[in-house]
């Protein structure tokens, strides 16, 4: 059962990309592509608390051009749930209080020491630093062959006061 939704995931995040009718900017590699699609389907499976339900879902993205530019084409007039999506990309030193999903790239923690502690808010982070879901980070992407696998820190989710699917629980290769 793990394989057919782990399949149909993946479909809906690459048919994401395909249907928002708009060419991903040349920045944007097909493993930028790949990480938004994953980006876009990991806020599908996360329940923010309740004064946050109401607002739009913001993306943010740090030190990762590829992966905002593949993200803003794959989440084109998109919704999730009644939620309207939009994308943000910032600079380690920007606030991040106001971003439901904060992507940081492994780049941007090596280069500006930036912690994987989530800001005063509850916000879903992501990057694919490496130990970054033990380091404080919620989602821990990385590369195995030629896929995208992820680790989850649901402990460090529930304390931002946020609630992971357990669909997107059984697709982890590790939870914590």
């Known amino acids: 059962m793990r394989r057919p939704f782990a399949l149909l995931l993946l479909g809906a995040a690459v048919s994401s990309l395909n249907t928002a009718g708009h060419a991903v900017q040349p ?18 499976f996360v329940e923010w ?3 946050r339900q109401a607002s739009a879902l913001v993306f943010c993205v740090v030190d990762a051009g590829g992966v905002t530019s593949a993200l803003a084409a794959a989440i084109s007039n ?3 749930g009644a939620r309207t999506l ?3 990309s910032l600079s380690p030193t920007d606030p991040r209080d106001d971003c439901d999903l904060l992507y940081v790239s492994a780049a941007a923690i090596r280069q500006d ?10 916000t879903l982070t992501v990057s694919d630093a490496a130990d ?7 989602i821990e992407m990385f590369s195995e062959g030629n896929r995208i696998r992820f680790n989850i820190n649901t402990g460090n989710a529930h304390r931002a006061g946020l609630r992971i699917s357990s669909n997107l629980l059984r697709l982890a290769t590790k939870v914590e």
Do not use: C, H, T
């Not at 920045?27 to 599908?44: G, Q, V």
């Not at 970054?132 to 919620?138: D, E, L, P, S, T």
């Open 27 to 44: 920045a944007a590699s097909r493993e930028d592509e790949l990480k938004a699609a994953y980006l876009f389907n990991f806020a599908k």
């Open 49 to 51: 608390p309740q004064g």
């Open 78 to 80: 998109k919704r999730i």
């Open 86 to 88: 939009g994308v943000r």
């Open 113 to 122: 020491g930036l912690a994987a502690n989530p800001p005063d808010a509850p």
């Open 132 to 138: 970054f879901a033990k380091q404080g980070g919620m």
